[in-house]
């Protein structure tokens, strides 16, 4: 990559990873259509100082996760009253139910976030341990430790759904 990218390259070639990850993180997909565009409109105005056009995706990576903080800072959670509540048993009974992909990305949606962030980081945007250690700021072996960790949880849930 020798010659500098246009502005409008950069949202071609990123768009859709940002989405997707965008997506991961928030589970909501208006949410993280906002998440995108915002993120793409404050690489906008920084673009011209942006110095290592080798690090585009994971700079666009951070403003996205930066945003994604902001949307806590703003969200006022709404109170409901907890009796009023219906609660709808969403278990599911065998695997013909529903698809292995969906099942494993359900199971991925309800790891903490501290071991779903790097595996979404690793499965779906193919970031090597090293790169989701610069953009978590984390340790390699931190990443490692949480990968693992992660994948074990998986792995539990659906040892324990076969039986």
């Known amino acids: 990559m020798n010659q500098k990218l246009s502005f409008d390259e950069v949202v071609a070639t990123y768009h859709d990873d940002l989405a997707r990850y965008s997506y991961w993180l928030c589970r909501d997909k208006p949410l993280s259509q906002d998440l ?8 906008f105005k920084a673009f011209d100082r942006l110095r290592d056009q080798k690090a585009v995706k994971s700079w666009l990576i951070t403003i996205l996760r930066r945003e994604y903080a ?16 219906v609660i709808a048993d969403d ?17 991925m949606a309800t790891l903490p976030v501290k071991y779903r962030e790097p595996l ?16 978590l700021q984390i340790s390699k072996s931190a990443v490692m430790t949480q990968l693992f960790r992660a994948r ?12």
């Open 36 to 43: 995108v565009q915002e993120t793409f409109l404050r690489a």
């Open 70 to 85: 902001r949307t806590f800072e703003r969200k006022v959670p709404d109170l409901v009253d907890i009796d009023d509540q």
């Open 91 to 107: 278990s599911i009974d065998s695997h013909d139910e529903v698809s292995d992909s969906e099942q494993l990305r359900g199971a």
């Open 120 to 135: 979404v980081l690793q499965v779906i945007m193919g970031y090597s341990c090293q790169e989701i250690a610069d953009q």
């Open 152 to 163: 074990e949880q998986l792995k539990q849930r659906f040892d324990s759904s076969d039986d």
